[in-house]
């Protein structure tokens, strides 16, 4: 509860009125405070009434990509039974106050309010909760109460479309790696080629040792999967405007694409952070809501060793698609000792002053300025 500058003047003016009306034994300032004090009581005894209000929300829809329209609709319901509530409602969207009238809301009946939710940059957007300030008629005090719970509306990341996926990689029991660009099929054994066999399963290198023509005898495995590595160190997006780093967030619309790719080609794909997150926000459901979420991270100069040391010892995937900003571009030697273990490793670099050097550390490397330019490139690229 708060009393108003009006109410605190009043109040001033009651005890002063009063104080001097009985000290020099004049009656009628006594009777003008003791009326400004009952003012300032009736204020407090109106506006401490509490309404019963029920608050529904839908978020229409509850998951977008950044730009993409959303919008949040209130059901407010008065379940009193005695008066109509008079109120000044707004509800908290994203930061902002959004008015929700409430004048003459009868007993049994509700009001649906209907308002669009910014989601010009990806994150999590709370809207709620309902902000309802009851006043006196005096407008000497005013009291704020919340009503109903918070609603997420989770703006993604925008998905740029890839025409190609990242291949795996078939071990060959001679020790050569086969590409396996749809991966369901790989080496398992050698055995004599007998009429009817495709001679594209013949296995030249074995036939020309032991001098007979030996074919591949394939079986079925796992698919090819991809690990999406994003570098959420805020040392690797050091250039922010208004406390955003548009190389981060080039990278995260980067790692939704490639994630949205390897989906619609039934890829098994994992989306991991340099820096893990202590604990999600609730309701998240999949990668692209955990890119929604995902913000940057101050770590020391020994977050980077660490994550690629357990890249290294997991061996979690065929391909590793590390995304990373301009700060990012000396460490690209700790990705690079991860050739051993994924056959193929491509680094997207966003931001940068200048074109990162071709086949630093060994790797494919994407120099681009945003998101879109990443996808072009990585369209363009054949080694997959």
């Known amino acids: 509860m708060g009393i108003t500058a009006r109410g605190v003047g009043l109040l001033v003016a009651a005890v002063v009125l009063l104080g001097v009306g009985f000290r020099f034994s004049y009656p009628e300032l006594t009777v003008l405070g003791a009326a400004a004090g009952v003012a300032v009581g009736y204020a407090v005894v109106t506006a401490a009434w509490r309404p019963r209000l029920t608050v529904g929300r839908r978020a229409d829809p509850d998951r977008v990509a950044r730009g993409e329209p959303a919008a949040m609709e209130l059901t407010v319901r008065n379940t009193g039974r005695l008066r109509a509530a008079n109120l000044v409602a707004e509800d908290r969207c994203a930061g902002a106050l959004v008015p929700v009238p409430l004048l003459r809301l009868r007993p049994g009946r509700d009001t649906v309010v209907r308002y669009e939710v910014p989601t010009q940059r ?101 698919l090819p999967s991809i690990v999406v590595v994003l570098d959420n160190r805020a040392r690797a997006h050091p250039h922010r405007v208004g406390g955003v780093a548009d190389s981060f967030e080039a990278a995260c619309e980067a790692a939704a694409s490639v994630v949205a790719a390897a989906v619609r080609e039934d890829l098994p794909v994992q989306l991991l952070l340099v820096v893990p997150a202590h604990g999600e926000p609730a309701g998240v459901a999949g990668p692209l809501d955990r890119l929604a979420a995902v913000d940057l991270v101050e770590g020391g100069t020994e ?67 945003d998101a879109a330019a990443f996808a072009a490139e990585w369209d363009g690229v054949r080694r997959w």
């Open 122 to 222: 990806r994150g999590v957007v709370p809207v709620g909760p309902l902000r309802v300030v009851r006043r006196d008629p005096l407008g000497l005090v005013a009291l704020t109460r919340g009503y109903g719970g918070t609603v997420p509306v989770w703006v993604h990341p925008r998905i740029h479309p890839l025409s190609a996926v990242p291949t795996g990689a078939g071990r060959s029991l001679d020790g050569r790696a086969d590409s396996v660009p749809h991966g369901s099929i790989t080496f398992d054994s050698l055995r004599e080629y007998v009429v009817g066999d495709e001679l594209r399963r013949v296995h030249w290198r074995t036939s020309a040792r032991v001098g007979e023509l030996m074919v591949r005898e394939n079986v079925d495995t796992s």
């Open 303 to 369: 977050v980077l060793p660490a994550a690629t040391g357990r890249l290294r010892r997991d061996r979690l995937g065929d391909t590793l698609v590390f995304l990373t900003g301009p700060g990012g571009g000396d460490d690209l030697g700790h990705v690079g000792a991860l050739r051993g273990a994924y056959p193929s490793v491509v680094v997207g670099m966003f931001g940068g002053a200048r074109p990162t050097a071709d086949g630093a550390a060994g790797l494919v490397v994407l120099d681009a300025a």
